[in-house]
């Protein structure tokens, strides 16, 4: 790659360190000038320059509004050359009640809503500062920060703001750097206050007392905070972590035994068109079979009505499904990733946070100390210079009148400084009055008694902070008494065990008949129907499968493939017309087929077995599936398919070859297994298992014949045998189809 240097000079360097060179320096300003906050004054450079901007245009709480186009249009040209709409979403963020716990900016038009609207074009909004923000910027112009100047040179803009007001934590941020990100919830003022206060008092406080102080976040959007308070320590004394945040809702009872459940308030950062749409999408796919509707009620307060299909349902379950589904719960991370005093990202623990805090409240009153005592030296300068006049009038009045170079000669005369004999010269006659004398020498005692309570504040830490303290004191009587900002909106309640009511249990329980064609087309019909009913197929298909069960049982579904598929009987197709492919429902592939089909018995056990005549028992509820994928339990390859599904009901095991042949053992023999390919049942020269069925050797062998009539076999002592022999021929009578029905 070839570069061109500053002066003039062409060079070729490798294009990987070129543009590693380049990444690097757009991560660095990622980092430093865009997505990370500064740990101070919780501010990003956007929002830092929007506060001074407004401050500029004299936007105060008690004056009037201004275009927020003309407040885009100053922090783009002056402080911030990025584009003026993401100028504008920051500013309408810092606006938005929703969004910012404690909002810097006061908004007069529509500045979006909680349902996720945007807000309207800057030039039909307006904006001026709240006293939050004012506290930010409070002693900004006396020398309390550093100042650098503005891209284009013309102005200067803050580093960082005084920060009379804790708004990393009381307000939080977010953002996505090169390589890191942060995530700081908001906080309550109050809980603050007392935080802040106890670390200075006791500098050494455990994280535990803190945690007591300040028991989790504050969301501007209330909900229930549902972490453990293990969790919440943790998090905050690691830096990282995350809060799991809950709607909040209450039940409001109806007539006759039913009753809505009413939502109130949402989670954080959740728009809450989106917690509808996701709640009535659960709904179409039947994830929550009793809940019948979700209406928006909302009009300043948030209020979604929720009405279930039917008053049996406990609201408390039926709330957990739609924490674990739905928006209604999330969780919000915490990751304290910050800038701190010298610019060095890092992740701090919620103590240090605090106490980078108070240390950038030390510096700005020793800043502010030491410009105050120079203001007050050059005043008692000229004070000074003031006391020698009316002392000498006579002679400073002869002095200006006759020498030809005043200045000079009254500083020879009078020993004055340059800005003493400047102060003399600067003043008007009208200052020559006794009384202004006296007011001269009360302000010159005033300044002095100032600048003595000053030296000794700048000489003695523990003043400082004591001065610290009261500020601190002040800004919880502000902003923690206020009716509005001050009270805790988010609550705090148990954290779930995680135990989760079936979602059957949810559902209404009545009869239902399972009808599974020759092709795989599946229905439910409501009510037990006698087989036989009549049942219309496809042309060319035929019934296979006749099951009844109840609403809220589940089907085993087991494949040529070995895998065990799971279905709900409450999710099926309706009666009505064919049906559904059971391939829609499931993850089956064209080339599979169903070798059983049956209801769901938890306490059953399956003999599953493969054509190259291997198998095993497996408990039934080991074979239950979460997904469409299924579960793969007899493991087959190649040519060899999955053969034989069957409940084992007996103490012998028959196993019946394309051979002919017929071997009987006791069902002992097998091993009881989750997942494998299974022992040899029966050895074959050719051919494979064709038929395997449980029996109690008492009862003797039962199989059905042509035309449907059953015959059942006692004498089966010549077919006795063990486990992988080939066995004899069948008795006379066996099907030649080798099935037993």
Known sequence: MTEILDDGEIRDTPLGEALGERYLSYALSTIMSRSLPDVRDGMKPVHRRILFAMRQLKLNPETGFKKCARIVGDVMGKFHPHGDQAIYDALVRLAQEFAQRYPLVDGQGNFGNVDGDNAAAMRYTEARMTAVAQALLQGIDLDTVDFRGTYDGEDEEPMVLPAAFPNLLANGATGIAVGMATSIPPHNIRELCAALLHLIKTPNVGMDKLVQLIPGPDFPTGGVIVEDRASIMEAYRTGRGGFRLRAKWEVEQGKRGTYNIVVTEIPYQVPKGRVIEKIADLMHQKKLPLLADIRDESAEDIRLVLEPKSGKVEADMLMEHLFRLSDLEVRFGLNLNVLDADQTPRVMSLREALQAFLDHRHVVLVRRSNHRL??????????????????????????????????????????????????????????????????????????????????????????????????????????????????????????????????????????????????????????????????????????????????????????TNGRFYTLACDKLPGGRGNGEPVRLLLDLANDQEIVDLMVHDPERKLLVAATDGRGFVVEEKATVAQTRSGRQVLNVSGDVEAAVCAPVQGDHLAVVGDNHKLIIFPIEELPEMTRGRGVVLQKYRDGGLADAKTMNLADGLTWKQAGGRTRTETDLEMWLGKRSQAGRLAPKGFPKNNRFS
């Open 374 to 559: 120079g203001q007050i030296e050059r005043r008692l300068e000229v004070l000074g210079a003031y006391l020698i006049c009316y002392l000498n009038l006579d002679e400073v009045i002869r002095i200006i009148r006759e020498e030809d170079h005043a200045k000079p000669a009254l500083i020879k005369a009078f020993d004055l400084t340059e800005n003493q004999a400047e102060a003399i010269l600067n003043m008007r006659l009208r200052a020559l009055r006794r009384l202004e004398e006296i007011e001269i020498r009360a302000e010159d005692k005033a300044l002095k008694t100032e600048r003595k309570e000053l030296n000794t504040l700048l000489a003695s830490e523990p003043k400082r902070w004591a001065a610290i303290t009261e500020e601190i004191r002040e800004m919880r009587k502000t902003f923690g008494d206020d009716p509005v900002l001050g009270p805790r909106r988010s609550q705090f309640a148990d954290a779930p065990t995680g135990e989760l009511t079936p979602i059957d249990a949810m559902v209404e329980k009545e009869p239902v008949t399972i009808v599974c064609s020759d092709k795989g087309w599946l229905r439910a019909l409501r009510g037990h129907v006698e087989e036989g009913h009549d049942v219309k197929y496809k042309d060319g298909d035929k019934g296979r499968y006749w099951l009844h069960a109840q609403s809220t049982d589940k089907l085993v579904l087991f494949a």
